[in-house]
């Protein structure tokens, strides 16, 4: 007879106890502990234990790849974060909040995998079939390839998988399947473990690209155990401010190319459109009458340079203590540029309080943004504008030098592609306008030399007679 325990697991991190706790040893989570119970008697085998146990030993030097073995997905931009399409036998995890368009981009996706002759099942753990129906009548998804699937038992959606032999599977989502070898409720670490440990199975030994959703938890993380992520070839989050349109694709993980790619769709009443020049996108409502404390800086998101507005408002706090609110960049990082502009420029911010902004709702966390939000408070401070025609790159060390960014040339080719006429770039990049056409690139050292080269000196400006 079987003999059924149970033991207590976080679900954040897959600790096991034989008692309940209220803080986790290993993440240090409150209230994580979940009871699952389990066949004390039922031999633990992986799933995926002989999954290359007919194999033998073979030269480096003798392995063949076949041409075939990455294929695009139909859309460039994903196919830019899987660094240049999907894999054949690999597993891919996209995460993301509810309703940003995880199911949306995979159905478009599902539409050009099949027009290029490939047979795709789509286990929709969600959704009815009908209600996947509706999206794809929206979406324009017609095939005869495409195969969707409701189905949340996990040996049944196996079974499936063995009679179509799809060349790809996707599964919408992994916390909505359950295995019946296992006691506990789907979505628990031991459900999602073991479900991806067959997927795994699948992928490799069948040759079969699978691509998993996965929920996040309020914090951000996929939710699940982290091992979740270790399993699969390709992590990818899906992300976007939910009272905008715009959506990105970004890499965390990937094995087979690299993970400084990120892809830029906007979200439309038909589906997911691409988005290739995102700088347009994020500076199309700015105009020529620019405010104190607005500049433009020139960041990176992955390997493609991208042109962000950066904003800041500077004025005296009515309380004892001032404010310093950040939003899209990281709040110790404006902290330490504000304590370099007090020290070394001697502006005094002690009574003013401090709000800093990036336009969209973007996420920098590059130091090469410094510069720009350093400026944006000093100009804001003492109510002059920075050239509207002006980009600003650099980071700023603690003794107020500006130090070397990477990928500088792109930067400077983006911003003169978008018509910008004068950059401010870090003297120790060792970049003259001589390489470039119309754009004046103007080298500083020192951060009061980067704020007297962009105040504004228009004659008509009403802040011309100021100085920072």
């Known amino acids: 007879m079987p003999k059924i325990k149970t033991k207590w697991i976080c679900q ?28 004390t008697s039922r031999t633990a085998v992986s799933s995926n234990a002989a999954a290359f146990s007919d194999s033998a030993p073979c030269l480096i030097n003798e392995i063949t790849i076949e041409n075939t073995i990455r294929f695009s997905s139909g859309i460039e931009e994903f196919d830019r974060v899987l660094g240049g399409g999907l894999v054949q036998g690999s597993i891919v995890l996209l995460a993301g909040d509810p309703g940003i368009g995880k199911s949306t981009i995979l159905l478009q996706t599902s539409k050009s995998i099949c027009n290029a002759g490939k047979k795709l099942l789509y286990v929709s ?17 017609n095939s005869n390839s495409l195969y969707i699937y409701s189905q949340t038992n996990f040996e049944l959606i196996k079974t499936q998988v063995d009679d179509l032999k799809p060349d790809v599977l996707i599964i919408d989502s992994i916390q909505a399947i359950y295995s019946q070898g ?3 409720s789907p979505g628990s670490v031991s459900q999602i473990r073991e479900c991806t440990n067959i997927l795994m199975d699948i992928a490799k030994n069948k040759n079969i690209t699978v691509v998993v959703i996965g929920h996040v938890t309020k914090e951000g993380n996929i939710a699940g155990p982290k091992v979740l992520e270790h399993m699969v070839d390709t992590v990818i989050y899906f992300e976007g401010d939910r009272y905008k349109s715009y959506r ?8 087979f190319g690299t993970t400084n790619e990120v892809g830029v769709f906007n979200m439309e009443d038909d589906g997911l459109h691409e988005v290739s020049n995102p700088s347009e996108l994020f500076l199309h409502e700015r105009t020529q009458n620019i405010t104190p404390g607005s500049v433009v800086i020139a960041t990176n998101e992955g390997t493609r340079p991208l042109l962000l507005e950066i904003q800041a408002l500077v004025g005296t706090t009515p309380y004892p203590s001032p404010r310093r609110v950040s939003n899209g960049i990281d709040y110790n990082r404006v902290l330490q540029i504000l304590a370099v502009l007090e020290k070394r420029i001697g502006l005094n911010l002690s009574k003013q309080d401090v709000y800093v902004n990036v336009i969209g709702g973007l996420e920098i966390d590059e130091p090469a943004a410094d510069l720009g939000v350093a400026l944006a408070v000093a100009t804001c401070a003492r109510d002059v504008i920075v050239s509207p025609d002006t980009v600003i790159v650099g980071e700023i060390g603690l003794s107020g030098e500006i130090r070397s960014v990477n990928n500088l040339q792109k930067r400077i080719k983006e911003a003169e592609k ?19 056409g119309e754009i004046n690139v103007i080298s500083v050292e020192r951060l009061m030399d980067a704020i007297a080269a962009c105040v504004y000196k228009d004659k008509n400006s009403h802040s011309s007679d100021k100085s920072v």
């Open 418 to 436: 978008l018509g910008f006429k004068k950059i401010i770039v870090p003297a120790s990049n060792k970049i003259s306008s001589d390489e470039f």
């Open 248 to 255: 990105l694709l970004r890499c965390m993980k990937n094995r």
């Open 12 to 39: 954040n991190c897959g600790y096991e106890t034989p008692k309940s706790l209220g803080k986790c040893p290993e993440c240090s989570s409150w209230g994580s502990f979940v009871e699952e119970a389990y066949d």
């Open 182 to 184: 296992i006691t506990s």
């Open 125 to 141: 753990a969600e959704e009815s079939a009908s209600q996947v129906k509706l999206r794809a009548q929206r979406l324009g998804v």
